[in-house]
Structure formats: C-alpha cells, structure tokens
C-alpha cells in the first residue's frame, strides 16, 4: 500500500535492511567509492553496472534524500543541489539555449530575478514577466521559442498566488514545461505536479531543512529529464549537495507536517492581530479570506503557511524602526526556521530587483516579511506588537 504523507516524511526512500539496520539513515561522508577490479570501474563508468562511483555522481545518502522528496511531491524522481540557486541554475540551462524565451511569474526571489537578467545579458534570453491570471494572458505570451514557463506561488514575498491547473492546462496546449518554486508551501502544503506542472524547485535552506543549519536545493520531475540533468549541467557544473547537508535534511523532513501546521495555526494568530493594529496598512496571507487570491488557496493549498508579509502606515524609515524595536523577532533573511523572522524585501532578498521592477513586483518600501517562528505566538506578537507602537 502506497504510504501517506505524514509516514513518507520518515520512511520514505529508505530501508533500514540495506544499512546494517540503521535506524536512521547512515552519513556516507566519503568522496569516492572503490572499486572490486579495474573491470568493474569501467563498468560503472559505462553506467553498464550499478553503484556509487564519486560523490559528485551519486552518494547514498545524498539518494536518499532524492527518493524521499520525489515521493513527497509525488513525482518520479528527485535531484539534489548544493543550494536552491543552484537548482534554480541548473534546471533554466538544462531547459534553454541561446534566443529561447521564459515566461516568468511577476514577482520572483530576487536572485531569481538577476539569474533571468544575467541570462538575458550573456545569451539574449528574453523573459516576459506576467501575473498569469488568465488563459488568454498566457497565451498571448507564448512564442515558438518559449522553453519554459517559471512561477512562484506564493510569490517571495508578496504572496500573491497563482491557478497551478490554469497554467498547466495552457502550457500543456504547446508542450511547454512549466517549473514551480514550491519553496514557500514546501510539499505538505502544496504538490504541483499533481496540477499537471512538470518540475518542482525548493529552496531546501527553508522549510524542509526547517532548522537554519543548511543551505541546499532539491528538484522533482520525470526520471528521463532529471537523469539528463545529472549526467550534464549536475555533473559539470557541479552544483551539488554534500553528504551531511543531505543527513541534516533528512533528519529535518521527519517533522516537516507537525512543523508547518505550528507555523500556519501560529501565522493564523498573528495575522488576525496585524490586521486590527492601527500603524499596519495592509496584510498579505494566503490562508486569510480576506486575501485576494483566497480562492487559489483553497483549491491547491493545505494551509497558509507560515509566512506573513505586511505593509506598514509609514516610510522605508519607519519599516527599519520598527525592525530595530523588536527584541526577540531576529531581523534577518531566510525563513522556515524555528525562529520567527523579519526582514525588508526592498532592501534586503529583493534588492538586486531595479527598482521599477520592484514596483512592478509590488514590493513598497513599506513592506515588511514575516517568517513566523515556531515559538509561543503570544510572546511573537507581544514583540511584534510592541515595536508597531513606536510608530
Ligand atoms: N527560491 C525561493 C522562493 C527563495 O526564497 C530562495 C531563497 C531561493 C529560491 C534560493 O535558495 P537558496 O539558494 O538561498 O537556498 N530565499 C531567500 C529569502 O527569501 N531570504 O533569504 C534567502
């Protein structure tokens, strides 16, 4: 029988059988694997023999890890990366060449953003940024050398969300890959492939990792596509993730449900809050009704997550004084982390993003981005509370 979710987040992609009985899986903390004869090396080389050859081309535990995400987001197989940029990296190069064209959701991690410029620069390959509302927007998007349609949702960190069945059901019309950074929802809140899209991209440094000790990237999608990657950008580029990096993961997954339902109930709270404080202008949540996009949530996601962002009744200024009175809250970027997180999109993860752009985005100066901790929300919102009232 197929195991469900909150049983893969332990079990998945590894048996204790294989590993002296292990209970947990073991740290294959090795560069290189040995070879029985000289014979049996050229045929692993020749891919004519299973096993492990160097750590760049395949580490136990490193596999295990990709079975395990695979199973999560209910795709065929899993690829593991030294870092959710370098994911990111290798999935755009596989998938484009010289002249192509991306369609890119408005609103993306700015790193992302300056890959797509850098790409344009070096290789003039254009990217059309679009708020995919509908199939006719899409559409009218679409060229012949479009090679791929990339979105986040929710959007770092505006947490506009976009319909994953509508773009699927559009790209799929011209054989288009369509790529999905689920790292704000992470696989238990949200599975893109079972809306049709073809690849899933985390930034593994969040919630699956979950403890701010590691920074790591993982991709999903069809196994003939991702054995390509391995044997060419994976390979070459050599982007990849560490044995231990990989054990630090896995150890982090087995928590991943209980972890996000306390980060959605704890965001749950503090958002009602934030919507009743006199200096905060506007909140953005995808678990709240109120939410623009409510209806995108509640056909694709489980919950709402864990991360908040807000605009505040003031300037750039009055954002950084607010950062500077809190005294538990840390200021600082990432999030999925059990410490509750804030930072200034504007001048912090989207800075590189010009600032037309940014608008564009609709990143204001006035925006503020919560990763809400797993800590007592009562003792987040006194902090948080508190250094509203200095305004
Ligand atoms: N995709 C998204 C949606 C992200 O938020 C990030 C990092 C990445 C990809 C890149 O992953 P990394 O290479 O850092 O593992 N986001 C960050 C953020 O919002 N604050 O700090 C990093």
Redesign the pocket.
Known sequence: MKQKFDTMVIHGGYDSKEHLGSLTTPLYQTSTFTFDSAELGELRFAGEEDGFIYSRLGNPTVKVLEERIAQLEGGEAGLAFS???AA?SAILVALTKMNDHIICSQGI?G??FGLLSLMKEKYNIQTDFSEMRSEKEIRSLIKPETACIYM?TPI?PTMRLIDLELVARVAKEHNIPVIV?N??SSPYLQQPLKHGCDLVIH?A?KYIGGHGDV???LVVGKKDFLSQVAITTQKDIGGILSPFDAWLLLRGLKTLSVRLDRHSSNANKIVERLKNHPNVANVYYPGDAEHEDYYITKKQMRQGGGLISFEIKGNKKDAQKVLNALQFVKIA???GDAETLIQHPASM?HAVVPEQARHKMGITDSLLRLSVGLEDWEDIWDDIEKALNIL
């Open positions: 870092s959710g940029m990111v991690y790193c992302t986040e770092n950074d790292t704000f930034s440094t920074v790591a990237g970027v990432s999030l993860t």
